[in-house]
């Protein structure tokens, strides 16, 4: 009687055994690689375990199959001789029906739906004693590993390195969040619209040469200041002797600087012009705008013959849409506003000729 009861309770052991490594491989695969490293991020305690064990699936799903076999066999082999010595020749029939519903149910359906719900605690509470026995069942793992490289490459099948996310991956969780109400649409869109970047090329963005504004080198400040108030933009390119020789880029705020000294020489007060390729990515373009802290680009085709040109506010709109444009700035303060800054450039402009047509002479 008491060899039966420690069979038994050997036998629930083992069951309990089956059902902790059942539920580490559900919650772990559940947790993911995303979740770890926002545990490693929060610094709780226990995340660095976990974030080692999920960079390693292969080995962990290998342990955990290994273990929970064993267990499961021995369990299976207790269960036949309890089975046996209660039910004679019956035993083995019993014991197989009985450790089919009992593996089913306490070491499989029951461990693995509490993990699904709890991922986050049980990867944390067995992260420890699991990369343990992930490191000393190391050499069998590496050894079934090279079995089934070797079992793949007969079969014809290639095994790669999935990557942790791809970008039509990162699109749907986008969709999801905005169905679950975790993001807006307009928060969505603008993700999508950083994703999209480097698949869009400056052609694509840019305006065309025949609708660019431009000034010659020669042309006067009164000229300049006429033009920036009747066309609304505050970036001009100055061109020298044909409109496809673009020697620079006035902006409207240097000009004001100077509107009280006099007829300046454009030459004077243009900036260098970018030139990039139509072909350019945007991304690219972007990195480069960020770097060089300026905000139009001449674009060129191969031959360098002047296809149109690109502005920051181009790009931008690719992700937030139409909300300003070229000559328009966000004011920050207390509620977002949005302005047209040739608008009020033109006023300050105007403020400074009615100044100047008053002072006395």
């Keep these: 009687m008491a060899f039966l009861i420690e069979q038994l309770l050997l036998l629930s052991v083992l069951l309990l055994l089956s059902g902790i490594f059942s539920a580490s491989e559900t919650a772990l695969i559940r947790i993911g690689k995303i979740n770890a490293r926002i545990l490693l991020k929060r610094g709780v305690k226990g995340a660095e375990e976990v974030d080692k064990l999920v960079r390693d699936p292969e080995s962990v799903l290998t342990s955990v199959l290994i273990l929970n076999n064993v267990v499961n066999i021995a369990a299976s082999a207790v269960a036949t001789s309890i089975a046996i ?51 000393i069942l190391q050499p069998i793992t590496k050894g079934f590993s090279i079995i089934t490289g070797i079992f793949v490459k007969i079969i014809g099948i290639k095994l790669h390195r999935k990557s942790l996310m791809s970008e039509e991956e990162v699109e749907t969780m986008l969709d999801i969040g905005r169905e679950d109400g975790a993001i807006e649409e307009d928060e969505q869109e603008m993700m999508i619209g950083v994703l999209k970047l480097d698949e869009i090329v400056v052609a694509n963005v840019m305006s065309p040469k025949e609708s660019i504004v431009c000034l010659k080198v020669d042309q006067t400040m009164d000229s300049a ?14 061109v020298g002797g044909t409109e496809e020789d673009i020697v620079g880029i006035l902006y409207a705020k240097d000009l004001l600087t100077k509107i009280d000294e006099g007829d300046v020489s454009l ?20 990195e480069e705008f960020q770097r060089g802290k300026y905000h139009i680009a001449i674009v060129v085709d191969g031959g360098g013959r002047t296809m149109g040109v690109v502005s920051l506010e181009d790009i931008l709109e690719v992700i937030v849409g139409s909300i300003y444009d070229e000559h328009d700035v966000i004011i920050k303060g207390k509620h977002d506003r949005v302005i047209n800054e040739s608008k009020t450039l033109q006023k300050e402009i105007r403020e400074r000729e009615s100044s100047s047509g008053d002072s006395p002479t």
């Design 225 to 238: 200041v006429e033009l920036i108030k009747s066309s609304g933009y505050s970036r001009i390119p100055i």
């Design 85 to 135: 010595e209660l039910f004679g020749n019956y035993g083995v029939a019993i014991a197989i029906i009985a450790m089919t519903i009992l593996i089913l149910t306490f070491s499989e359906i029951i461990p693995k739906t509490i993990a699904v719900h709890q991922a986050e605690k049980i990867s944390l509470l067995i992260s420890k004693p699991m990369g343990v026995l992930v490191s």
């Design 267 to 286: 030459k004077e007060l243009m900036k260098p012009a970018c030139f990039v390729t139509e072909t350019k990515r945007v991304d690219d373009l972007l």
